[in-house]
T-cell receptor
Framework: EAQVTQNPRYLITVTGKKLTVTCSQNMNHEYMSWYRQDPGLGLRQIYYSMNVEVTDKGDVPEGYKVSRKEKRNFPLILESPSPNQTSLYFC???????????????FGQGTRLTVV | GENVEQHPSTLSVQEGDSAVIKCTYSDSASNYFPWYKQELGKRPQLIIDIRSNVGEKKDQRIAVTLNKTAKHFSLHITETQPEDSAVYFCAASNYGGSQGNLIFGKGTKLSVKP
């Protein structure tokens, strides 16, 4: 089954304690992205990757890191989480193979992060 | 970079009525415009999309129109049903270009009253 898998689904942590949210896709997609969703602000892009070892900042990258060492994985790293990073996070992937087909972005289940 | 504005932020309609959500984008290089539906507690899922080479696309009760000159696109839902209640997001992308990322609008919360 084609899917994007995020872990964990829920996470409560303390300020300053490093954490990683994993994202994995099994569709051989080139594009992967991380978004955060906050009430009234919609989906804001944190980082995106067009392929292995190619990453770029989105609209709200401060306080986050990513890596793309393998095509299927795109972890989101918070080196020193702060309460303003409390949010719902989504990973998404899509294909670059063809413009007229296979352009749908598939989202993971979401990770609800609370930083206290 | 791309900026997508979406209106209205909330929309309440009576069951059976039509609903229209409008978006504008800023980057003339954008060529792919999807719409996502997010039900409460769930992930966004694609409901319809349109590419820059067409002006309109329809799928049963849902249609999307694109005006490239004015840089706006709209979602039309006819004969609304309670199960259409959700948050809808528009997005824009320069697919295949130097940035393959989707930029989303802030969302529209649609409520369909029985």
């Amino acid at each position: 089954e084609a899917q994007v898998t995020q872990n964990p689904r829920y996470l409560i942590t303390v300020t300053g304690k490093k954490l990683t949210v994993t994202c994995s896709q099994n569709m051989n997609h080139e594009y992967m992205s991380w978004y955060r969703q906050d009430p009234g602000l919609g989906l804001r892009q944190i980082y995106y990757s067009m392929n292995v070892e190619v990453t770029d900042k989105g609209d709200v990258p401060e306080g986050y890191k990513v890596s793309r060492k393998e095509k299927r994985n795109f972890p989101l790293i918070l080196e020193s989480p702060s309460p303003n990073q409390t949010s719902l996070y989504f990973c998404a992937s899509s294909s670059r193979q063809a413009f007229f087909v296979n352009t749908e972005a598939f989202f993971g289940q979401g990770t609800r992060l609370t930083v206290v | 970079g791309e900026n997508v504005e979406q209106h209205p932020s909330t929309l309440s309609v009576q069951e059976g009525d039509s609903a229209v959500i409008k978006c504008t984008y800023s980057d003339s290089a954008s060529n792919y415009f999807p719409w996502y539906k997010q039900e409460l507690g769930k992930r966004p899922q694609l409901i319809i999309d349109i590419r820059s080479n067409v002006g309109e696309k329809k799928d049963q009760r849902i249609a999307v129109t694109l005006n490239k000159t004015a840089k706006h696109f709209s979602l039309h839902i006819t004969e609304t049903q309670p199960e259409d209640s959700a948050v809808y997001f528009c997005a824009a992308s320069n697919y295949g270009g130097s940035q393959g990322n989707l930029i989303f609008g802030k969302g529209t919360k649609l409520s369909v009253k029985p």
